[in-house]
């Protein structure tokens, strides 16, 4: 059975940190594809950040995040992260996880003073 559980958003000042996490099952985070995306309001979404199936784990960054976030994983515990650094205003979005082909529910971040 599939589930994919995000959990750490919550409200932050601009320049904090926060860090995302899901935790999955009914899929392999050591196997499968994995990404992080983002939609604010009113706009399409994005993607954030990805780590490649293949052999290298390959990692993608999206520009606005680039030297931010990082993401990682935990293949014993299943579970993906992402490591939100000096947060701004316009992070402020729901953000998901992806995993293989299948999406989390979504977890909502604030940035705001």
């Known amino acids: 059975q599939l589930q994919l559980v995000e959990s750490g958003g919550g409200l932050v000042q601009p320049g904090g940190s926060l860090r995302l996490s899901c935790v999955a099952s009914?899929?392999?985070?050591?196997?499968?594809?994995i990404g992080w995306f983002r939609q604010a309001p009113g706009k399409e979404r994005e993607v954030i950040s990805c780590?490649?199936?293949?052999?290298?784990?390959?990692?993608y960054y999206a520009d606005s995040v680039t030297g931010r976030f990082t993401i990682s994983k935990d293949n014993a515990k299943n579970t993906v992260y992402l490591q939100m650094n000096r947060l701004k205003l316009e992070d402020t979005a729901v953000y998901y996880c992806?995993?293989?082909?299948?999406w989390g529910q979504g977890t909502q971040v604030t940035v705001s003073s």
């Open positions: 992806y995993i293989g082909a299948d």
């Open positions: 009914g899929v392999n985070v050591g196997r499968d594809a």
């Open positions: 780590i490649n199936s293949d052999e290298f784990g390959s990692k």
